[in-house]
């Protein structure tokens, strides 16, 4: 696959701000000499599912903790909503975040983790009780909501901290490997809550080593190699986009494009 023919992050087509629910530019993170995310640009829509693909320690996990104000960029902008993160008490309003390992307190209940977390978002009590009900009866936890979280598998603490994510209806959700730990049941709960989301115009930034849930759900991909946004485009576009120009899978397409730029690399580090 050639690399010029997939869209660059920093030529493509712009959207009205307005309507854009994450924009960044030149967004970047160093880590003394290590480069961990380098001048990201995106410009992803409201009601969205932008999936943000890599191989391992590509720089995902570090931009989404950028994303939702837990970690600042070294240089570039970023704005959530049109709210710039240097506003974070606004952008938290705005987004919900379900990180790889949910941020739970082992000693509470699944039911008081909820509780606590809709306390923390300013939930009106009877407002926040028929959404926690709502959403542990969706995921099957109502049984095991009064157990302590330090009781439960994977799976159950992935749907807590997912639950926790959305309690406050955020307008922007970012999930990082949503489906690890479920089972295939739960896992297709989580897949048609997401579609659910959108529906309803929420934005989903996505990020998942299971290529076929973003083949399934995203309006958009993204595939960041060593920090740099490398290729962007439908799932669709990207398929066609391989180097037979044949109509191909996601997973070979991904593999193609990032082994397209490990090749540039190497062949201009020998020319240097």
Same mark, same amino acid.
């Given at each position: 696959?050639?690399?010029?023919?997939?869209?660059?992050? $920093?030529?493509?087509?712009?959207?009205?701000?307005?309507?854009?629910?994450?924009?960044?530019?030149?967004?970047?993170?160093?880590?003394?000499?290590? %480069?961990?995310?380098?001048?990201?640009?995106? #410009?992803?829509?409201?009601?969205?599912?932008?999936?943000?693909?890599?191989?391992?320690?590509?720089?995902?996990?570090?931009?989404?903790?950028?994303? /939702? /104000?837990?970690?600042?960029?070294?240089?570039?902008?970023?704005?959530?909503?049109?709210?710039?993160?240097?506003?974070? &008490?606004? %952008?938290?309003?705005?987004?919900?975040?379900?990180? &790889?390992?949910?941020? =739970?307190?082992?000693?509470? *209940?699944? $039911?008081?983790?909820?509780?606590?977390?809709?306390?923390?978002?300013?939930?009106?009590?009877?407002?926040?009780?028929?959404?926690?009900?709502?959403?542990?009866?969706?995921?099957?936890? *109502?049984?095991?909501?009064?157990?302590?979280?330090?009781?439960?598998?994977?799976?159950?603490?992935?749907?807590?901290?997912?639950?926790?994510?959305?309690?406050?209806?955020?307008?922007?959700?970012?999930?990082?490997?949503?489906?690890?730990?479920?089972?295939?049941? #739960? #896992?297709?709960?989580?897949?048609?809550?997401? &579609?659910?989301?959108?529906?309803?115009?929420?934005?989903?930034?996505? !990020?998942?080593?299971?290529? !076929?849930? =973003?083949?399934?759900?995203?309006?958009?991909?993204?595939?960041?190699?060593?920090? $740099?946004? =490398?290729?962007?485009?439908?799932?669709?576009?990207?398929?066609?986009?391989?180097?037979?120009?044949?109509?191909?899978?996601?997973?070979?397409?991904?593999? &193609?494009?990032?082994?397209?730029?490990?090749?540039?690399?190497?062949?201009?580090? =020998?020319?240097?």
């Amino acid at each position: 696959m050639n690399p010029d023919s997939l869209t660059d992050g $920093r030529d493509r087509e712009r959207g009205d701000d307005t309507a854009l629910a994450i924009r960044t530019t030149d967004l970047t993170k160093r880590f003394g000499d290590h %480069v961990a995310v380098d001048h990201l640009d995106l #410009a992803i829509p409201q009601g969205h599912v932008y999936g943000f693909l890599g191989p391992n320690g590509a720089g995902k996990t570090t931009t989404m903790r950028i994303l /939702t /104000t837990l970690l600042p960029p070294t240089e570039g902008t970023a704005t959530i909503m049109g709210t710039p993160l240097t506003d974070r &008490e606004a %952008v938290t309003r705005h987004i919900g975040y379900l990180p &790889e390992d949910p941020p =739970v307190y082992e000693e509470l *209940t699944g $039911r008081e983790q909820l509780s606590y977390a809709a306390f923390l978002h300013d939930i009106p009590d009877d407002v926040g009780t028929e959404r926690i009900e709502d959403l542990l009866g969706r995921f099957d936890m *109502t049984d095991d909501a009064d157990r302590r979280i330090s009781t439960y598998s994977k799976g159950m603490r992935q749907k807590i901290g997912l639950i926790q994510a959305l309690l406050h209806e955020p307008a922007v959700v970012f999930l990082d490997e949503p489906t690890s730990g479920l089972d295939p049941r #739960a #896992a297709r709960t989580v897949l048609d809550v997401i &579609e659910e989301l959108v529906d309803e115009e929420t934005t989903v930034f996505l !990020s998942t080593h299971i290529l !076929s849930v =973003v083949d399934e759900l995203a309006d958009t991909i993204g595939v960041l190699h060593e920090g $740099r946004l =490398v290729a962007e485009g439908s799932p669709a576009d990207l398929k066609r986009r391989a180097k037979t120009g044949e109509e191909r899978t996601l997973e070979q397409a991904f593999l &193609e494009v990032t082994a397209d730029h490990r090749e540039a690399e190497d062949t201009a580090e =020998v020319q240097a």
